[in-house]
Antibody, heavy 118, light 107 residues
Framework: QVQLQESGPGLVKPSETLSLNCTVS????????WSWIRQPPGKGLEWIGY???????DYNPSLKSRVTMSIDTSKSQFSLKLNSVTAADTAVYYC????????????WGQGTLVIVSS | DIQMTQSPSSLSASVGDRVTITCRAS??????LNWYQQRPGKAPSLLLY???TLKSGVPSRFSGSGSGTDFTLTISSLQPEDFATYYC?????????FGQGTKVEVK
């Protein structure tokens, strides 16, 4: 059974960088897009972007200038960095696996709440 | 970006009811449409992909239909565990976008 687990600080100061990791277990990292999706409290889902095993990335244009994603298949991990954060970046951040052929998010982590506050 | 609009935003229903949720895309997306269920405090989970294909393990009371711009998710007989929020998501192109959600509440 594929499992994903997010890790990282739950509190980030405004203007600083949000950094999260996602550890994948129970499956291969090949042939999938490894994704980040966020959900502000009480609101809907926003796709942040994804990284492929080769390191190639695709980001949401609304966040592209502030986002960096990377992958380390040897550690079965991928990561998200979001810089210059503001209160508007407060959200539950999910990592998820997307199947290449249909780009559906078939496995998700439990999510981690990141609060941006001084 | 492709805008996804769900209706209604919320609905009240009883156990055993037939429930239908609609999702409309701002442009044609063929059948590149996926549905998710999110229970309170939990991550979303995939129900159907490519508009009508049930993910393995998902109960058959869930079904989906549609193509182009108009799609529906139907729950044939609502069960207690189905009270949740449902999201559609287009996988036609990037950025991948979600509908705003439909909350199914107890009547």
């Amino acid at each position: 059974q594929v499992q994903l687990q997010e890790s990282g600080p739950g509190l980030v100061k405004p203007s600083e960088t949000l950094s999260l990791n996602c550890t994948v277990s129970g499956g291969s990292m090949t042939s999938y897009y490894w994704s980040w999706i966020r959900q502000p409290p009480g609101k809907g889902l926003e796709w942040i972007g994804y990284v492929y095993k080769s390191g190639s990335t695709d980001y949401n244009p609304s966040l592209k200038s502030r986002v960096t994603m990377s992958i380390d298949t040897s550690k079965s991990q991928f990561s998200l960095k979001l810089n210059s954060v503001t209160a508007a970046d407060t959200a539950v951040y999910y990592c998820a696996r997307a199947r290449q052929q249909v780009v559906d998010f078939d496995y998700w982590g439990q999510g981690t709440l990141v609060i941006v506050s001084s | 970006d492709i805008q996804m609009t769900q209706s209604p935003s919320s609905l009240s229903a009883s156990v055993g009811d037939r429930v239908t949720i609609t999702c409309r895309a701002s442009q044609s997306i063929s059948t590149y449409l996926n549905w998710y269920q999110q229970r309170p405090g939990k991550a979303p989970s995939l129900l159907l992909y490519t508009a009508s294909t049930l993910k393995s393990g998902v109960p058959s009371r869930f079904s989906g239909s549609g193509s182009g711009t108009d799609f529906t998710l139907t729950i044939s007989s609502l069960q207690p565990e189905d009270f949740a929020t449902y999201y559609c998501q287009q996988s036609y192109n990037a950025p991948r976008t979600f509908g705003q959600g439909t909350k199914v509440e107890v009547k």
